[in-house]
């Protein structure tokens, strides 16, 4: 998962526009962009266009249904897992026992509907609220359902009473900065994909193409997107380069040859383990992404 696009569930228009965007997730969305009096609607739109899409796009479908916390969830549930989506994301998820909770749910409504258990994934966004920063350790292990784990900071911001996200020059302030890490730390943990948080300002495409590096470079392996303008620069910040990949498969290659020993030279450069693992991992994202040369 590179770009992840979140598109209205109570749009046709914009659905269709969002399944055009080149996306590897869709997400469709039943809670933040949908109004409390159209929730009903927006269920019977967006089951009715994830089983048509299902079959006819190269887009992997998710569904954000409401938190647990609303009492809406098994409604959204209840509508959309007919429909046969990929996966569900879970927003303001607490803990990994939220995720226990929904996997729960999940089983039931997969069973009643002639799937086979697990086949649908979860993706939670782990810090929404105060509690689910605090517990971001606790997703190891909690499903084999989870496919990764994400941030949000609009929520949280909400939640703690900040008034801002980011200073004057644009970076996250210290809580955010921390609900960040600690996002990266807690999928590494969960040997599951990090996935950053969406840029608001979709027309600051500058700026939004450097947060797509910094969060490359520091462990993350995709970004959510809120606009089909942000997919392309998230595809090729998430792309591995073909010099990147060279690289990585020079050392993965000495390591093999030489017996798989604690460190080999390369071209008067010593590398250890870490480089080896680090270079394993971005074999295998490219190949997910089918730029591997």
Request: with cysteine; hydrophobic share 45%; charged share 25%.
């Amino acid at each position: 998962m590179r770009s992840l696009l979140f598109v209205p569930g109570d749009s046709e228009r914009k659905l269709e526009k969002g399944i055009a965007a080149g996306a590897d997730v869709v997400i469709v969305d039943l809670e933040d962009s949908v109004a409390a009096a159209n929730k009903a609607a927006a269920r019977a739109t967006a089951a009715g266009f994830v089983s048509s899409q299902r079959h006819r796009t190269g887009s992997v479908i998710y569904v954000r249904v409401n938190d647990l916390s609303t009492g809406l969830t098994d409604d959204d549930l209840s509508a959309l897992v007919p429909a046969k989506p990929d996966g569900i994301m879970l927003p303001k998820s607490n803990s990994g026992q939220d995720v226990q909770q929904l996997s729960a749910k999940l089983r039931v409504h997969e069973a009643e509907n002639g799937l086979p258990d697990g086949a649908i994934r979860i993706l939670p966004i782990i810090t929404e609220t105060a509690a689910g920063v605090l517990a971001a350790a606790s997703y190891t292990g909690t499903s084999a359902r989870l496919s990764g784990l994400t941030w949000g900071a609009e929520d949280l911001s909400a939640a703690i009473g900040a008034r801002t996200t980011r200073d004057r020059s644009g970076r996250y302030t210290d809580v955010f900065r921390l609900a960040r890490t600690m996002t990266i730390l807690a999928a590494s943990a969960a040997e599951v994909a990090p996935i950053d948080t969406v840029f608001p300002d979709f027309r600051e495409m500058a700026a939004f193409e450097k947060e797509c590096r910094e969060a490359e470079r520091d462990g993350f392996t995709g970004k959510m997107a809120i606009h089909p303008a942000q997919v392309p620069v998230i595809n090729a910040a998430f792309t591995p380069s073909a010099e990147a990949v060279e690289r990585s498969r020079a050392i993965v290659d000495a390591f093999a040859a030489a017996g798989n020993p604690g460190v080999v030279g390369i071209d008067g450069k010593m590398y250890d383990r870490p480089h080896l693992r680090l270079a394993e991992r971005l074999l295998a994202r490219a190949k997910a992404t089918g730029s591997s040369v």
